[in-house]
């Protein structure tokens, strides 16, 4: 048996990785799992930089910035063999914004122009400054003619904390995993505007991150620990587990929320509390064709958006970033190895809810055709 500790956050999608533990998926593949639930994404990096975690439910874009050093000078090298999740977040609005804003900023823009010359701009919460909730709130509010980092002001909040932030007050909404969402709903407190999934459809999300050299040196268990998440992830796409999985996640020592935030939205039914009320084909997806392979070209739309807001200083070479990063020859052996049938990789253009289309082949040519832009170098 190999001992493994495992890192997550209080989030819906770190489902494969509590379901893997708690069904004794991961036992079956010869490793004795222990789970360290993190307070904080800087605290999960912080983990598995030190070795207090081997694996780690992990951001999509963190080990694309650490590639860039974006996650601080000392950040070990971090790679992503799979895709834990795709879709499944959402932007949540002040319920003061009820029937004024739905899923267009531009609605918004009048009180964030309004806030912005008074000197009071409204306040937005994400969870990592180069995280995923990062990019795609700032995506959003560019998209309805806000700028991220001239109109609104934004602050990183834990995930955890956003509706508690939200109850006291300090912000005016926050772009982040359920069921975080759902709970400023059920709290009184929020709406949903637009689930992540509307906005890019079938965005990776979250990912199982190793450090460089602990899947370099250990290679076997990683590859152990992804067939145990395969199985979980089939597990969790049933919807006959679904009763069972939202009571799993919501106890104490994972979630610690009421199983009723988690449910319907782990089956695509979103009651976004404005009146509006869908299952979206868009929703958390956790083991669908190809759905678990990690591609260079989502680590390149990260880059992208680096740049675009002035956290990268100069163009990166986007090919080779992203395959430092993308460790697809792992995923490749578990496909093989469980013989998954899966499709061709896509790694083509991607339409986003705006009509704009990104082309991985030309990211150069994608950010000078963007409106609102603040490239450093």
Excluded at 141 to 165: H, K, R, Y
Aim: glycine fraction near 8%.
């Amino acid at each position: 048996m190999t001992d493994l500790t495992l890192s997550f956050l209080p989030l819906t999608d770190a489902a494969p990785i509590i379901v893997a533990h708690a069904h004794e998926l991961f036992h079956e593949q010869g490793i004795r799992s222990t789970l360290r639930r993190e307070t904080s994404w800087t605290a999960s990096r912080d983990s598995l930089s030190r070795g207090d975690a081997h694996a780690a439910h992990m951001l999509f874009s963190m080990p694309v910035a650490a590639a860039c050093g974006l996650l601080g000078g000392n950040q070990a090298p971090l790679v992503i063999p799979w895709v834990l999740s795709r879709n499944g977040q959402g932007i949540s609005l002040n319920d003061s914004f009820k029937g004024i804003v739905a899923d267009d900023a531009r609605a918004l823009r009048p009180a964030a122009i309004e806030c912005r010359d008074t000197g009071r701009p409204l306040v937005f919460g994400h969870t990592l400054r180069v995280g995923t909730h990062a990019m795609l709130l700032r995506y959003w509010l560019a998209a309805g003619g806000i700028d991220p980092e001239q109109d609104v002001a934004l602050i990183t909040v834990p995930p955890p904390q956003m509706v508690e932030n939200m109850r006291g007050g300090r912000m005016h909404g926050f772009c982040v995993g359920e069921p975080w969402n759902a709970r400023s709903q059920s709290a009184g407190l929020g709406y949903t505007a637009i689930t992540s999934g509307e906005i890019w459809p079938g965005h990776p999300e979250k990912v199982c991150a190793f450090t460089a050299d602990y899947a370099r040196d250990n290679p076997a268990t990683v590859i152990s620990v992804l067939k145990a998440l395969h199985r979980a992830g089939e597990w969790l796409e049933d919807p006959a587990n679904h009763d069972e999985a939202a009571a799993l996640l919501a106890q104490p020592e994972h979630l610690d929320c009421d199983p009723f935030d988690v449910r319907d939205r782990l089956g695509g039914f979103v009651d976004y509390g404005d009146g509006r009320r869908m299952h979206l084909p868009q929703s958390v997806a956790f083991s669908r064709p190809s759905s678990n392979r990690p591609r260079e070209s989502h680590a390149t739309w990260f880059l992208t958006q680096f740049r675009r807001w002035g956290l990268l200083f100069g163009e990166p070479d986007y090919s080779a970033v992203a395959a430092s990063v993308m460790r697809t020859d792992l995923y490749e052996e578990v496909v093989d190895a469980l013989g998954i049938n899966d499709p061709a990789p896509i790694d083509g253009p991607e339409t986003f809810f705006d009509g704009s289309v990104f082309d991985p082949e030309s990211p150069a040519e994608y950010l000078r055709n963007l409106d609102c832009v603040h490239l450093q170098g």
